[in-house]
C-alpha cells in the first residue's frame, strides 16, 4: 500500500500483512514528523461454486514445497557449519562477567581479569571515557572504571568491547559500511535497556545484550544475501516487501533464526537466545518480556534514523506491542530521543 504525507509529501511504501484490518494505524513521518493515519479495509471474498478442486495441481506445489524445504535446511546446515569461523566471545570477556556476577569476587579480581587482554582492557577504557558515562577522560584505570562505574555498567562495557570486532565490520550484501552494524547494534541496545528499567528492571543486563547481538546473523548470511542481491532488489520492489520477507522468500529462514544459532554456539542464555530468535515476531514467543523489548528497541532505532535498510519505513512494531510493554507515543518519543543522543556520544 503507497501512503503521502500530507505534511510534506513523501511517500512510504506500507507492506499489507502489516495493517490490522478495520483498524486505524497511526505511525510518525521520518522526514517531517507528521502524523500519518492508515486503515485497511477486509475485502470482500468471492466464491465461485463452479471452482473444482484440482489434485494434479495441489500434488505438484506440494512437491515444490517439499524440494525448496529440503534446499532451505542444506543452506542452513551450510551455514551453521561456517559458524565455526566466526570469532567466539573472547575468553577474558566471559571470565570476567563470571566474576561480576560473584558476589565474593571485588574489583582487584575483576579487573585484574581484564588487563590480561590488552585489547579488550583498552576498548573497555576508550568505553568508559566516552560522554555517554559522563567520565570523559577521568577514568586512569580497569580498577578505577570498576569502582566509579559499578558491576552492572562495567558489564555493559565489557560485552560491548567483546563484541565491537564481530559487529565492526563491512556487510557487502546488505549494503552496510563497517559501522552501521554496529552503530545499530548499539542503539538497540540502549533502546533496549531504557525500555526494560520501564517494564521490569531485573532485565536490563540481559536485555542490553539482547539488544546489542539481535542482528549477529546478518554477518553470516551477508554471502549468500551478495549472491542474489538483484534478484532480492527486484523482488522487494515489486512485491513490496522487507528485507526480511526476501530472506525468508529465498532461504526459507532469515538472519533472526541464524543468529538464535550463533548464540547457542557461544553460549549465550537461552533466554536472550530466545528473545532474539523472536525479535521480529514476539508474538510466538510465549508472552516473552526480552523478545518485545528488542522488537520496540529495533523499530526506535529505525525510526530515529539509526536503521540501515531501505525498507525501514515498512517495518512496524507488532499490535499489541507496546501495550504489552506499558508504553505510550509520547514515551516511545523520549526513548527516541535518548538513543539517538546517547549513540553519538558513545
Known amino acids: 500500500m503507497k501512503i503521502n504525507c500530507t505534511g510534506c509529501n513523501n511517500t512510504y511504501n506500507i507492506e499489507d500483512n502489516l495493517l490490522p484490518l478495520n483498524k486505524n494505524l497511526i505511525f510518525t513521518c521520518k522526514a517531517c514528523c507528521s502524523r500519518i493515519k492508515i486503515s485497511k479495509k477486509a475485502p470482500k471474498k468471492n466464491i465461485d461454486p463452479k471452482v473444482k478442486s484440482e489434485p494434479k495441481r495441489q500434488t505438484a506445489i506440494k512437491e515444490n514445497s517439499s524440494k525448496q524445504k529440503n534446499g532451505s535446511n542444506e543452506l542452513k546446515d551450510q551455514i551453521i557449519e561456517g559458524i565455526k ?3 567466539p566471545m573472547p575468553h577474558v570477556v566471559i571470565k570476567a562477567q563470571h566474576l561480576i556476577m560473584d558476589p565474593n569476587s571485588n574489583a582487584r579480581k575483576v579487573s585484574a581479569v581484564i588487563e590480561s587482554d590488552q585489547a579488550i582492557a583498552t576498548q573497555v577504557l576508550k568505553m568508559a571515557n566516552s560522554a555517554y558515562y559522563g567520565m570523559s577522560g577521568m577514568v586512569s584505570s580497569v580498577q578505577h572504571a570498576t569502582i566509579v562505574l559499578g558491576y552492572q555498567t562495567l558489564g555493559e562495557i565489557l560485552t560491548m568491547a567483546g563484541l565491537s570486532g564481530v559487529l565492526m565490520r563491512k556487510l557487502p550484501g546488505y549494503g552496510y559500511d563497517s559501522k552501521d552494524l554496529w552503530k545499530h547494534s548499539l542503539s538497540v541496545a540502549l533502546a533496549s535497556k531504557l525500555i526494560a528499567e520501564k517494564k521490569n528492571k531485573n532485565l536490563v543486563n540481559e536485555a542490553h545484550t539482547a539488544g546489542l547481538i539481535h542482528d549477529i546473523g546478518k ?13 532480492i532488489d527486484d523482488f522487494m520492489k515489486t512485491q513490496e516487501k522487507t528485507f526480511l520477507d526476501a530472506e525468508r522468500h529465498f532461504f526459507g529462514f532469515d538472519h533472526a533464526e541464524i543468529a538464535y544459532d550463533i548464540c547457542r554456539k557461544w553460549n549465550i542464555p537461552e533466554n536472550i537466545s530466545h528473545s532474539i530468535k523472536c525479535h521480529h515476531q514476539p508474538s510466538i514467543s510465549g508472552q516473552d518480556e526480552i523478545s518485545y523489548i528488542i522488537h520496540m528497541a529495533d523499530y526506535i532505532a529505525m525510526m530515529g534514523g539509526i536503521g540501515y535498510d ?17 508504553l505510550k507515543q509520547n514515551g516511545v518519543g523520549e526513548i527516541m530521543l535518548k538513543v539517538m543522543e546517547s549513540a553519538n556520544k558513545l
Open 85 to 87: 569461523d566466526l570469532p
Open 219 to 231: 554477518v553470516m548470511l551477508d554471502h549468500h544475501i551478495q549472491k542474489h542481491r538483484d534478484q
Open 310 to 326: 531501505d525498507d525501514d519505513t515498512l517495518y512496524q512494531p507488532e499490535e499489541g506491542a507496546m501495550d504489552f510493554l506499558g
